[in-house]
Structure formats: structure tokens, C-alpha cells
T-cell receptor, first 115, second 109 residues
Framework: KAGVTQTPRYLIKTRGQQVTLSCSPISGHRSVSWYQQTPGQGLQFLFEYFSETQRNKGNFPGRFSGRQFSNSRSEMNVSTLELGDSALYLC??????????????FGPGTRLTVL | AQRVTQPEKLLSVFKGAPVELKCNYSYSGSPELFWYVQYSRQRLQLLLRHISRESIKGFTADLNKGETSFHLKKPFAQEEDSAMYYCALSGQGSYIPTFGRGTSLIVHP
């Protein structure tokens, strides 16, 4: 079974630009979660999608958004980039998204650098 | 609010020594606790969850609700255990995890 894939792996943008990151979950997984990982804040939950609907959202500004397609692939978008958005963005998929029973499988991450 | 604290950024031990990675949490309801591990150049992966009560790679973790802790233990550390370990918490039936800052475990030969 192919693992979770994320594209691109590395990205350099400048302040004010916007960026779109992509995540392809494991086949059959309907839940996709996004996380931001920084040295200062650690690993933080951004949002979770299930069957094309945003089911849960973390405490991030509205500049962070996402969507999920009918094939469960997901994208996240960050508009008006700030220096503080530089981070590793991780995507994880699981069959149903329930933490207690499902196992989340993580992708390799997209390293975003904002200059 | 839910919070996970891993008090040690770095834990350094010698091969064969016992290991205990500490995790304390704050949560008002019934928590579900997890340990994740990230080996060098590998992806973050689930190591174990308290609900399963299983031992993975010789690691065990017991949920102590009185002390609000979920420490990860292994009686004899191996060099291949060197990795970054993250403790995480979610509410029962939840889809939202809260992660600790992680502890880097280094096992010396």
C-alpha cells in the first residue's frame, strides 16, 4: 500500500504571497488532517477533513484554509504569507479520523520557507 | 483546554539502561493518550496508545489518572531506540490531538 504523499516537499515563498500544499492519503482513508510543526510551537493541529467536509479546525487564523476532493486528496492554502508561517506542514490520513481507534499515517511533510 | 507536557527536551542513556520518557497532561474529561516516534529521516508514526495496553518494541506506557501522567518506559534501551518521541492526547471520540514538544532520546553504545 502506498503511503501518504505530500507535494511539493520544499517551497520558498516571499511575504504576502499565497501557497497551496497537496496531500494524497492512503487509498481508502477518508480522513485527512493537517499539522504545522515549528521549533517554537511544536506540532499543532490545523484542521481535519472527512468526506470533503472540514470536520474540525484548530486555532489558526482564517489565512489558513483547506479542502478535500471526492478522491480524498486534500489541499491546504495559506494566503498573505508571513515570516512566522515558515514551518514543516504535515499531513496525516486515517480511515475515519477517530484518534482512539484509528491509526494516523503521516506524510513526509512540506518544508515551507517564507522570506 | 488540553495540554501535554514533556519536561525533558533531551534524554541521554547508555545501551542496556532503563529508559523513562515523561509525559504529563491536563484534560478535564476522559483522555486518550498516545506516544508517537520519529526516527531519523523517517516519518512520524504511532508507537502505542493507552487504550490498547500493548507493548511495542519493548516500550510500555501506563495511564495514571491520579498523577495525570503517561510515561513511556523500556527496561533495556537499544541504540535503535534513538529517536524523537512525542506524547499526544485527545478527548474520547475526538479527532483533534494535542502534542507535547517532544523528547529526543539518544542511546549511546
Amino acid at each position: 500500500k502506498a503511503g501518504v504523499t505530500q507535494t511539493p516537499r520544499y517551497l520558498i515563498k516571499t511575504r504576502g504571497q499565497q501557497v497551496t500544499l497537496s496531500c494524497s492519503p492512503i487509498s481508502g482513508h477518508r480522513s485527512v488532517s493537517w499539522y504545522q510543526q515549528t521549533p517554537g510551537q511544536g506540532l499543532q493541529f490545523l484542521f481535519e477533513y472527512f468526506s470533503e467536509t472540514q470536520r474540525n479546525k484548530g486555532n489558526f487564523p482564517g489565512r489558513f484554509s483547506g479542502r478535500q476532493f471526492s478522491n480524498s486528496r486534500s489541499e491546504m492554502n495559506v494566503s498573505t504569507l508571513e515570516l512566522g508561517d515558515s514551518a514543516l506542514y504535515l499531513c496525516a490520513s486515517s480511515p475515519s479520523g477517530q484518534m482512539g481507534t484509528d491509526t494516523q499515517y503521516f506524510g513526509p511533510g512540506t518544508r515551507l520557507t517564507v522570506l | 483546554a488540553q495540554r501535554v507536557t514533556q519536561p525533558e527536551k533531551l534524554l541521554s542513556v547508555f545501551k542496556g539502561a532503563p529508559v523513562e520518557l515523561k509525559c504529563n497532561y491536563s484534560y478535564s474529561g476522559s483522555p486518550e493518550l498516545f506516544w508517537y516516534v520519529q526516527y531519523s529521516r523517517q516519518r512520524l508514526q504511532l508507537l502505542l496508545r493507552h487504550i490498547s495496553r500493548e507493548s511495542i518494541k519493548g516500550f510500555t506506557a501506563d495511564l495514571n489518572k491520579g498523577e495525570t501522567s503517561f510515561h513511556l518506559k523500556k527496561p533495556f534501551a537499544q541504540e535503535e531506540d534513538s529517536a524523537m518521541y512525542y506524547c499526544a492526547l485527545s478527548g474520547q471520540g475526538s479527532y483533534i490531538p494535542t502534542f507535547g514538544r517532544g523528547t529526543s532520546l539518544i542511546v549511546h553504545p
